[in-house]
């Protein structure tokens, strides 16, 4: 009774340890958004258009008194690639002609390019929570602000800050259960952001009437 007292200890020593150093990457899928409806027509343009989404590389913990065996699992998030897709398909469906770039362009390139505008969207903030443990509820959080800069052969046009945001809950069967949750969340909140970012753009006058 004892030996199986102690193999039983032993076991849960050994499990526990192990969760401690399991990393359990979070796989991001892109989320454009295609709920901007204000105007039929697309913004008739010709854009170029550079992405900024380093801060979109972040780690999460679980938070929360009984993380059990997940306690100090380490949850990586890198949303750049994702949000980056996210963006031009959005905006490929709101303005005539989109033209990702490495680097923003300048007046100079703008109009060498025969671009009417130059669009920069940067991922300023990025935060997200993860509230649960084995076999119990869990929630993910997450939050993202972007900043929005557009500019036409007349100068800087418009400069906003976009918000997006989701919640997701569900019921962790392992703690690598616990990334597919956090990444609905984050893919959730990137979706949310587009559609702002998206009726930003094609409700700006200065935009519909630039060329």
């Given amino acids: 009774m004892r030996d199986d007292l102690n193999r039983h200890r032993a076991f849960a020593a050994a499990l526990a340890l192990s969760a401690v150093s399991c990393v359990h990457a979070v796989t991001i899928r892109p989320a454009p958004s295609y709920d901007a409806y204000a105007f039929e027509a697309m913004l ?3 854009a170029a258009l550079h992405v900024d989404g380093e801060r979109l590389f972040q780690e999460a913990r679980i938070a929360g008194p009984e993380e059990g065996f997940c306690e100090g699992n380490r949850y990586p998030v890198d949303s750049r690639d994702a949000f980056r ?5 959005t905006l490929e469906r709101l303005v005539e002609h989109v033209e990702p770039t490495p ?15 130059v669009f920069l969207i940067r991922a300023d903030s990025f935060a997200m929570g993860l509230d649960g443990g084995l076999f119990r509820d869990a929630e993910a959080i997450a939050e993202l602000t972007l900043v929005v800069s557009a500019y036409t052969r007349d100068g800087l046009q418009l400069r906003e800050t976009v918000y997006g945001s989701a919640v997701q809950q569900g019921g962790a069967t392992s703690c690598g259960t616990l990334a597919d949750i956090l990444a609905v969340a984050v893919e959730g909140a ?3 952001s587009m559609t702002e970012l998206g009726e930003l753009l094609v409700n700006a006058p200065a935009l519909r009437s630039a060329p």
């Fill in 44 to 46: 008739p343009l010709g």
């Fill in 190 to 192: 990137i979706e949310s």
């Fill in 85 to 89: 897709e996210s963006v031009i398909a």
């Fill in 103 to 117: 680097e923003p362009l300048d007046r100079e390139a703008m109009e060498a390019r025969g671009l009417d505008a």
